[in-house]
C-alpha cells in the first residue's frame, strides 16, 4: 500500500505543493486577518489546493506521456517507465476531480456558494495548460496564472461576492504569484530547449533560445517584486516592515538562484528550482503570518 501511495505522490510530485499553496495561505491570512479565522475555511483550502493540484498533474502526465517518453530527462516518468498505467493515472485524475468538487462544497457549511459554483470551469483551465505548448510559446503564463489563481481561490473562498471591494490584495498576490512561476518555469524549459525546437513543441526556450529565455526569467521575477510591494499599503495596518524586509529577502534568493543557472551550465537547476522557490514562497507566507498574529493580538501600550 504504501509503495502505491508512493508513486502516485511521485506522479504528481506531491512536494511541488510547496509553490502555490504556500501563497494561497497568505492571501487566507491576511483575509482571516480583516474577517477572523475559521477552520472549515482553512479546511477547505488545503483540501482544494491539493485536489485541483493533482488533478492538475495527473492530466498533465496523461496529456504528455508519449513526449515525454521521447525526452531522455522525463522518460523515466511513471507512465513512460510503465510505473503506472494510462487507466490507472485516468481513475486517479478523475477521482482527484471529484473530491475537488466535493471540497469547494465543503464551504456550502458557511454560506459560500462562490467556489462550487466555478469548480469546474477552473479545472477546465487548470487542465488546458497541458496542451497550451502545443500551440503557444505562452504556455509559461498560463501555468503561471493557474497557479496565481491560488491566493485569488483562496480569498473568494473566505469572502464569497462580498470579495469584490477588497479584490486589489488577491489580485496582487496573484500576478505575484503568476510572474514568479512563468519565470522559473522558463528556468526549468531551458533544460528542454533543444528537444523542444525539434519535437515542434512551443516554448520561450525553443523559441529564443537559452540566454534569451534567462533574461524573460529574470524579467519575472522583477516584475513578481513589484507586485508585492503594494501589499504593504493594500493590507491596511496588517503588514509591518518585517515584511518589506522579507521582501529584499526574497529578492536576494531570487538574484541566487539566477546566479546558479547559467547559459553554458544547467547542472544545478534542481538547486535554484526547487530549493530556492520552496524557501521563497513558505517563508514570505510565515513573515506575514507572524505580522497578521502580531496585529491581532498586540495590546496598546
Same mark, same amino acid.
Given at each position: 500500500?504504501?509503495?502505491?501511495?508512493?508513486?502516485?505522490?511521485?506522479?504528481?510530485?506531491?512536494?511541488?505543493?510547496?509553490?502555490?499553496?504556500?501563497?494561497?495561505?497568505? &492571501?487566507?491570512?491576511?483575509?482571516?486577518?480583516?474577517?477572523?479565522?475559521?477552520?472549515?475555511?482553512?479546511?477547505?483550502?488545503?483540501?482544494?489546493?491539493?485536489?485541483?493540484?493533482?488533478?492538475?498533474?495527473?492530466?498533465?502526465?496523461? &496529456?504528455?506521456?508519449?513526449?515525454?517518453?521521447?525526452?531522455?530527462?522525463?522518460?523515466?516518468?511513471?507512465?513512460?517507465?510503465?510505473?503506472?498505467?494510462?487507466?490507472?493515472?485516468?481513475?486517479?485524475?478523475?477521482?482527484?476531480?471529484?473530491?475537488?468538487?466535493?471540497?469547494?462544497?465543503?464551504?456550502?457549511?458557511?454560506?459560500?456558494?462562490?467556489?462550487?459554483?466555478?469548480?469546474?470551469?477552473?479545472?477546465?483551465?487548470?487542465?488546458?495548460?497541458?496542451?497550451?505548448?502545443?500551440?503557444?510559446?505562452?504556455?509559461?503564463?498560463?501555468?503561471?496564472?493557474?497557479?496565481?489563481?491560488?491566493?485569488?481561490?483562496?480569498?473568494?473562498?473566505?469572502?464569497?461576492?462580498?470579495?469584490?471591494?477588497?479584490?486589489?490584495?488577491?489580485?496582487?498576490?496573484?500576478?505575484?504569484?503568476?510572474?514568479?512561476?512563468?519565470?522559473?518555469?522558463?528556468?526549468? &524549459?531551458?533544460?528542454?530547449?533543444?528537444?523542444?525546437?525539434?519535437?515542434?513543441?512551443?516554448?520561450?526556450?525553443?523559441?529564443?533560445?537559452?540566454?534569451?529565455?534567462?533574461?524573460?526569467?529574470?524579467?519575472?521575477?522583477?516584475?513578481?517584486?513589484?507586485?508585492?510591494?503594494?501589499?504593504?499599503?493594500?493590507?491596511?495596518?496588517?503588514?509591518?516592515?518585517?515584511?518589506?524586509?522579507?521582501?529584499?529577502?526574497?529578492?536576494?534568493?531570487?538574484?541566487?538562484?539566477?546566479?546558479?543557472?547559467?547559459?553554458?551550465?544547467?547542472?544545478?537547476?534542481?538547486?535554484?528550482?526547487?530549493?530556492?522557490?520552496?524557501?521563497?514562497?513558505?517563508?514570505?507566507?510565515?513573515?506575514?503570518?507572524?505580522?497578521?498574529?502580531?496585529?491581532?493580538?498586540?495590546?496598546?501600550?
Amino acid at each position: 500500500m504504501a509503495g502505491i501511495l508512493g508513486k502516485y505522490m511521485g506522479l504528481i510530485r506531491f512536494s511541488h505543493t510547496l509553490f502555490a499553496l504556500p501563497f494561497a495561505l497568505s &492571501a487566507a491570512t491576511l483575509a482571516w486577518g480583516r474577517h477572523g479565522f475559521s477552520w472549515i475555511n482553512l479546511a477547505g483550502i488545503l483540501g482544494c489546493m491539493v485536489t485541483a493540484r493533482s488533478a492538475a498533474m495527473a492530466f498533465n502526465r496523461l &496529456a504528455d506521456r508519449d513526449v515525454d517518453a521521447l525526452n531522455p530527462r522525463t522518460a523515466g516518468r511513471h507512465i513512460p517507465a510503465g510505473l503506472l498505467s494510462v487507466r490507472a493515472v485516468t481513475i486517479f485524475f478523475w477521482l482527484s476531480c471529484v473530491l475537488f468538487v466535493a471540497c469547494t462544497a465543503f464551504f456550502l457549511i458557511e454560506k459560500n456558494p462562490v467556489p462550487l459554483i466555478f469548480s469546474i470551469p477552473l479545472l477546465v483551465f487548470l487542465c488546458g495548460y497541458s496542451r497550451a505548448k502545443r500551440f503557444t510559446s505562452l504556455a509559461h503564463f498560463w501555468l503561471g496564472l493557474a497557479l496565481g489563481l491560488a491566493p485569488v481561490g483562496a480569498w473568494i473562498a473566505i469572502r464569497g461576492w462580498a470579495t469584490l471591494q477588497e479584490l486589489p490584495i488577491p489580485c496582487f498576490l496573484g500576478l505575484a504569484v503568476m510572474f514568479w512561476v512563468a519565470g522559473f518555469d522558463i528556468l526549468y &524549459a531551458t533544460q528542454d530547449a533543444d528537444f523542444d525546437s525539434k519535437a515542434g513543441l512551443h516554448s520561450l526556450p525553443a523559441r529564443l533560445g537559452v540566454r534569451g529565455s534567462l533574461r524573460v526569467a529574470k524579467l519575472c521575477h522583477l516584475v513578481m517584486l513589484a507586485w508585492l510591494v503594494p501589499l504593504y499599503w493594500l493590507s491596511g495596518d496588517l503588514l509591518g516592515w518585517p515584511y518589506l524586509a522579507a521582501l529584499a529577502l526574497v529578492g536576494l534568493l531570487l538574484a541566487v538562484e539566477h546566479a546558479l543557472v547559467k547559459e553554458n551550465d544547467l547542472t544545478r537547476m534542481n538547486a535554484a528550482f526547487f530549493t530556492m522557490n520552496a524557501i521563497v514562497g513558505v517563508g514570505l507566507w510565515l513573515v506575514i503570518l507572524e505580522e497578521v498574529i502580531r496585529h491581532c493580538y498586540r495590546t496598546p501600550i
